[in-house]
């Protein structure tokens, strides 16, 4: 059984520019959420989607936009690159049960991006 | 503002020792996890802790929580190299699914 994937795993891009970042989640899973984690910090929540939809949303400016796909896939969009994106990228996706809320979330690897 | 501190920040202690970090939250929530991240890696799941009182071992871990005092502790017994690692408690505010994450607690053993 796959776990959550990411790609790519590592990225250069240069400020002003747009990067787009992908995920598969697990399998059986329906719920994707995005992390940013700066060098030596913990995760930032970025985002959540469910049923192709961002239910929640953390405290990013909205140069910073996802997508959920019907095979429960996601991408992360971010524009405007600034040199402060660098940082790696996780992805982590959970399964969503009526009166439950989410399980554990399973985090995919990450990509790194280093913005120039 | 939401917050979740973790301490020690960093822990440096000798195989066979036992030691406590500590989570505290400063808004209500159910529910704590805490995770293991090795250097350049992704984040494991350790726990989940679902409840007042909930206590949950694996291995040299044993992790427990008090939502009253917004406070879980992630206790490590005997530890070995292999626990080197940094650690991460987690919280859901409210069951919003804006995941807030702690510090980490950066964890060295020394052989």
């Known amino acids: 059984d796959a776990g959550v994937t990411q790609s790519p795993t590592h990225l250069i891009k240069t400020r002003g520019q747009q990067v787009t970042l992908r995920c598969s989640p697990k399998?059986?899973?329906?719920?994707v959420s995005w992390y940013q984690q700066a060098l030596g910090q913990g995760p930032q929540f970025i985002f959540q989607?469910?049923?192709?939809?961002?239910?929640q949303r953390g405290n990013f400016p909205d140069r910073f936009s996802g997508h959920q796909f019907p095979n429960y896939s996601s991408e992360l969009n971010v524009n405007a690159l600034l040199l402060g994106d660098s940082a790696l990228y996780l992805c982590a996706s959970s399964q969503y049960r009526q009166g439950f809320g989410t399980d554990t979330q399973y985090f995919g690897p990450g990509t790194r991006l280093t913005v120039l | 503002e939401l917050k979740v501190e973790q301490n020690p920040l960093f822990l440096s202690m000798q195989e066979g020792k036992n030691y406590t970090i500590y989570c505290n939250y400063s808004?209500?929530?159910?529910?704590l996890y805490w995770y293991r991240q090795d250097p350049g890696k992704s984040l494991e799941s350790l726990f989940v802790l679902l409840s007042n009182g909930a206590v949950k071992q694996e291995g040299r871990l044993m992790a427990s929580l008090d939502t009253k005092a917004r406070l879980s502790t992630l206790h490590i017994t005997a530890a070995v190299h292999d626990l080197s690692a940094t650690y991460f408690c987690?919280?859901?505010?409210?069951?919003?699914?804006?995941?807030?994450f702690g510090t980490g607690t950066r964890l060295k053993v020394l052989a």
């Open positions: 987690a919280v859901d505010p409210q069951g919003t699914y804006k995941y807030i």
């Open positions: 399998s059986g899973h329906d719920t």
């Open positions: 989607y469910y049923e192709e939809e961002e239910r």
């Open positions: 808004t209500t929530s159910d529910r």
